[in-house]
């Protein structure tokens, strides 16, 4: 059985992959699909956006598709990046401006106006592009005053989990998973995806 990912985000694609830890499911990502046209997030929500990737997907190639939709969401900032955060600083920026931006946005604020939390929303289509599961997760943390760490990507760097006074970019993976917006949601889809995938249960 063969389970896509719904990117074509490298680092993406494995941090997921490595979080499902699903037994005799080959999960591949979009970069195996050469000529995939990219499905325009165009959504108001994550959710929304979600559903699009996944059943926009899984028609152009007939497979399952697993697609997610996360951001970050800064309180003062009234939400944003939000939906809007791997787009941040412009629809060309990578990660290194998307970061500038944020803390150019948030010069001169005090530590207790910059929470924040990451926000995942997950969509399984089937080779139809019928949604057959959704899950959602979330993770509380603040945002730093300067960049700490290299493992990771996008926000990571700057997303500081309070109670570990560590960010994302410094923690590992296995902690990340455990903590992560992406690692619950996970962890709500994971025993669909065994039934339907019929693998043996995890752990």
Same mark, same amino acid.
């Given at each position: 059985?063969?389970?896509?990912?719904?990117?074509?985000?490298?680092?993406?694609?494995?941090?997921?992959?490595?979080?499902?830890?699903?037994?005799?499911?080959?999960?591949?990502?979009?970069?195996?699909?050469?000529?995939?046209?990219?499905?325009?997030?165009?959504?108001?929500?994550?959710?929304?956006?979600?559903?699009?990737?996944?059943?926009?997907?899984?028609?152009?190639?007939?497979?399952?598709?697993?697609?997610?939709?996360?951001?970050?969401?800064?309180?003062?900032?009234?939400?944003?990046?939000?939906?809007?955060?791997?787009?941040?600083? @412009? &629809?060309? *920026?990578?990660?290194?401006?998307?970061? /500038?931006?944020?803390?150019? #946005?948030?010069?001169?604020?005090? $530590?207790? =106006?910059?929470?924040?939390?990451?926000?995942?929303?997950?969509?399984?289509?089937?080779?139809?592009?019928?949604?057959?599961?959704?899950?959602?997760?979330?993770?509380?943390?603040?945002?730093?005053?300067?960049?700490?760490?290299?493992?990771?990507?996008?926000?990571?760097?700057?997303?500081?989990?309070?109670?570990?006074?560590?960010?994302?970019?410094?923690? @590992? &993976?296995? *902690?990340?998973?455990?903590?992560?917006? /992406?690692?619950?949601?996970? #962890?709500?889809?994971?025993?669909? $995806?065994? =039934?339907?995938?019929?693998?043996?249960?995890?752990?």
């Amino acid at each position: 059985m063969v389970l896509v990912l719904g990117t074509f985000n490298r680092k993406k694609g494995e941090e997921l992959a490595g979080l499902l830890e699903l037994p005799g499911i080959q999960v591949v990502t979009l970069a195996n699909f050469p000529g995939v046209t990219p499905v325009e997030e165009d959504g108001s929500s994550f959710a929304e956006n979600a559903r699009k990737k996944a059943a926009g997907y899984a028609r152009q190639i007939s497979q399952w598709v697993l697609a997610d939709d996360s951001g970050l969401v800064v309180d003062v900032l009234g939400g944003r990046p939000g939906v809007e955060s791997a787009r941040y600083a @412009g &629809p060309e *920026a990578d990660d290194a401006a998307n970061r /500038r931006k944020l803390l150019a #946005e948030l010069a001169g604020r005090p $530590l207790e =106006q910059r929470t924040a939390r990451f926000e995942c929303h997950l969509a399984l289509a089937d080779p139809r592009g019928v949604i057959q599961a959704e899950a959602h997760g979330q993770c509380r943390g603040r945002i730093t005053f300067a960049e700490r760490g290299e493992k990771g990507f996008g926000y990571d760097p700057l997303f500081e989990i309070v109670e570990y006074h560590r960010t994302f970019g410094e923690l @590992g &993976p296995v *902690a990340k998973g455990r903590l992560s917006h /992406r690692g619950r949601a996970l #962890e709500q889809i994971r025993p669909i $995806l065994q =039934q339907l995938f019929q693998t043996p249960p995890h752990g």
